[in-house]
């Protein structure tokens, strides 16, 4: 992950809207995921951005900005259950479908 | 319908000693990748594998090697373990001829002494 940029810490307080930023240096490779993970849990699909624009699904959203290198993973209504690490990946730019991941995002949301 | 297993969740090994991890993907899944994650970080390619040869490589020495078999299960060998081998140890399964959704095991815990 040493290509991919995103703050170590956030925090918020529930039922408010957060925007996670991931930056990384383009390489050629498509798209841009994120994943989620619960201290202790494994990682866990969020969303998978190919083109550039907003996904919505639920309460996520994503962006992508493709020659900028930008992304982010919006999150309304912030729920408890929310807090967790938020993970920026993309493709490696090998043949095969491995994935870099970012260090991680910690977001702790409170009452 | 059984997700990612891995085993075994905890192990404790010291210095020199060597390792093995286990893990079956799920049900379909042809393709197996190992993440290397230390505490506080993401997870960290190691390799990946796709009828039974190793596809891809990320940076990690020779120690950690791997395996698949026919059935698609996997095995992650370290040799010569060094403190800093102490993480968790993630396997990840996809679909064939997918880029990306991977599907994560628990993870096997292991602490070096």
Request: charged share 15%; proline share 4%; net charge negative.
């Amino acid at each position: 992950g040493q290509n991919i940029d995103q703050p170590t810490e956030m925090t918020a307080t529930e039922g408010a809207i957060v925007q996670i930023n991931c930056t990384y240096q383009t390489s050629g490779f498509n798209g841009l995921f994120w994943y989620q993970q619960h201290a202790g849990e494994a990682p866990t699909f969020l969303s998978y951005n190919v083109l550039d624009g907003l996904e919505e699904k639920g309460r996520f959203s994503s962006f992508l900005s493709r020659s900028k290198g930008y992304s982010y993973l919006l999150l309304k209504e912030l729920q408890m259950k929310d807090s967790a690490s938020y993970l920026c990946a993309h493709p490696s730019n090998q043949a095969g479908t491995a994935l870099i991941f970012g260090k991680g995002t910690t977001l702790s949301v409170s009452s | 319908d059984a997700g990612v297993t891995q085993s075994p969740t905890h192990l404790i090994k010291t210095r020199g000693q060597q390792v093995t991890l286990r893990c079956s993907p799920k049900s379909g899944h042809d393709t197996v990748s190992w993440y290397q994650q230390a505490l506080g970080q993401g997870p960290q390619f190691i390799f990946q594998y796709y009828e039974e040869e190793e596809r891809q490589r990320g940076n990690f020495p020779d120690r950690f090697s791997g395996h698949q078999f026919p059935n698609y299960s996997s095995e992650l060998n370290v040799n010569a373990l060094l403190l800093g081998d102490s993480a968790l140890y993630l396997c990840a399964s996809s679909l064939p001829g997918t880029t990306g959704e991977l599907f994560f095991g628990e993870g096997s815990r292991l602490t070096v002494l």
